[in-house]
């Protein structure tokens, strides 16, 4: 787990060395991307909720359950970058919410693949939202900043969720699992 931190840190760095040396980079796109998934709360509850559950389920879900979200969310970004259609991408991203709240609330351990499947489902839907609403120049820059920032949330939920377990909390994990399906649904009748 140490490893995993240090290397979410060292990558959290990465792209302010990048804009560090001269040249033609577009800073905005990346604080733009920085700034969209933490902009709003169904980014927020969806990306954190994923962290939970990794949490709850231990082993190998720990790093895979967080890269397949960012791994589909990256393709999502760019099919939504491009102009390619995906039905229901606000649902899809309501439902997220909900259905990854009750997975940590369960402490669901699925098998991994099945795991990461849902996971990727759902990072293709976010991934499309922040693509069709990104800049149409630095894009890549734009993708850095939204990748880094679901990272962050990935990892602010996975170290919530195991530093709960450690304190034996591990049902404060799960209810923040439920709290966050509550919001889910909040939201969805908002």
């Known amino acids: 787990m140490k490893k995993f931190l240090f290397a979410l840190g060292t990558l959290a760095a ?19 991307g920085l700034q969209h998934p933490v902009g709003g709360a169904d980014h927020v509850l969806a990306m954190v909720a994923v962290g939970l559950w990794a949490a709850v389920s231990g082993g190998r879900a720990l790093w895979a359950l967080p890269a397949g979200f960012v791994g589909a969310m990256l393709a999502g970004g760019a099919l939504g970058a491009v102009g390619v259609a995906l039905p229901g991408v606000e649902p899809m991203i309501l439902a997220s919410i909900v259905l990854l709240g009750v997975l940590a609330a ?40 939204f990748g880094l920032a679901t990272l962050a949330l990935h990892a602010a939920g996975l170290a919530f969720g195991l530093a709960l377990n450690a304190l034996s909390a591990r049902s404060a994990a799960r209810a923040l699992g439920a709290g966050t399906a509550i919001a889910g649904l909040a939201l969805a009748f908002a």
């Open 106 to 145: 369960l402490a669901w351990r699925a098998p991994l693949a099945i795991g990461v499947g849902v996971v990727t489902v759902f990072g293709l839907f976010h991934g499309h939202a922040h693509g069709t609403e990104g800049p149409a120049d630095g894009l890549l820059m734009y993708a850095a900043g």
């Open 14 to 32: 990465m792209p302010q060395a990048v804009l560090a040396h001269p040249g033609n980079h577009d800073s905005s796109a990346f604080l733009s």
